[in-house]
């Protein structure tokens, strides 16, 4: 309730504040304070004047605390996310031990006949 909470829910049709005892539980809920001041508005005037005041819970707060409750929201961090990346890393030697045993290159036994291979491969395209 305290989200869709409104200010005019407390207030009677000419501006007064509404009893506690005519409010819904609902609405009680959402009142985190209430305070009544005595005082005189105007000195001299001898009349003392009665001021109410209300306070509802932030309506902020609560959102952020029901949705993290029900796993919708995270948590905010001060800390950027770690990406991470892969490098692999492969000499001359691995990489002609891994071209030799595909199947395109079977015909080169040699690394002469691998820069052959690949030098036709470059006029063609």
Known sequence: ????????????KEGNL?????????????????EVILKNAQAGDGKVERVLKIRLWDKISALEMA??????LQPKTDEP?????????????????ELNSNS???????ILSLERFLNRKRRRV
Request: glycine share 4%; aromatic share 6%; charged share 20%.
């Open 1 to 12: 309730m305290q989200a869709h909470s409104r200010i005019g829910d407390f207030f009677d």
């Open 18 to 34: 509404k009893p506690l005892h005519e409010l819904t539980d609902a609405q009680q809920a959402c009142i985190s304070s209430r």
């Open 67 to 72: 949705m993290q409750h029900f796993k919708r």
């Open 81 to 97: 996310p770690v990406q991470k990346v892969s490098v692999r890393v492969k000499t001359l030697a691995t990489i002609l031990d």
């Open 104 to 110: 395109f290159v079977s015909g080169c036994s040699s």
